[in-house]
Each structure stands twice: as C-alpha cells, then as structure tokens.
Nanobody, 125 residues
Framework: QVQLVESGGGSVKTGGSLKLSCAIS????????MGWFRQGPGKEREFVAA????????RYADSVKGRFTISKDSALNTAYLVMNSLILEDTAGYYC??????????????????WGRGTQVTVSS
C-alpha cells in the first residue's frame, strides 16, 4: 500500500506560518489524489484541503480558505500544506491522506485509502 510520512509540525505563535510536508514512498502515488485532515483535542477528524493527482485542482475547507495552500510536487513525490495567519483553532494533529482515484477528493475521510501517522501543530498566543 501507499506509505505516507508527515513532517514540519511544531509550535508557532498566532499569525505565524508553518509548512507541512507529506513524503510518499510508493511510486504509484503520482496517480493518487491527496488531502490533509486535522484532529484537535476532543474533536472529530475534519477536512482541511485536497488536491488532484495532477495538482491541477484544489479544494479547501471554509475555515482555512485564503490562509492555507495545498500543493504537490510529483518529482519529489511529496505533498505540502503551507499554513499562514495561524490562529488558536488551527491547533491539531495534521494527517496526510491519499486515495486510489486521481480526481480531487471531498471532505469525507472515508473517501481516502491511505493515511500518515500525523504531525502536531500547536498555535499559541
């Protein structure tokens, strides 16, 4: 199966930025759409952003639209999530996901087939 490893999490002040990376170990991942989800303390996992296999289309949750940017570099076999203007509500474990479909995924976690182990993002004032 596709193996995903997230990195880039850490602690940041409100208004700051972080860039998350998702390394993909399987060559076939270039044909897979990808997404980012997050799960805060005591909350359910929620959709953040998604991108098609080609990188040509994206989708964002309303809560992060205009602040976060998802991208994909097929040459490096890596997906990214650039997070700007971070707020306290962004504190969560962030999980990279992939699915065996090239089209951009929706907001349902069940639409994805593979998951990384997560990377923690903590925002403080």
């Amino acid at each position: 199966q596709v193996q995903l490893v997230e990195s880039g999490g850490g602690s940041v002040k409100t208004g700051g930025s972080l860039k998350l990376s998702c390394a993909i170990s399987t060559p076939g991942a270039t044909r897979s759409a990808m997404g980012w989800f997050r799960q805060g303390p005591g909350k359910e996992r929620e959709f953040v952003a998604a991108i098609s296999a080609s990188g040509g289309s994206t989708r964002y949750a309303d809560s992060v639209k205009g602040r976060f940017t998802i991208s994909k570099d097929s040459a490096l076999n890596t997906a990214y999530l650039v997070m700007n203007s971070l707020i306290l509500e962004d504190t969560a474990g962030y999980y990279c996901a992939a699915r065996d479909v090239p089209s951009t995924g929706g907001g349902a976690a069940s639409g994805y087939d593979y998951w990384g182990r997560g990377t923690q993002v903590t925002v403080s004032s």
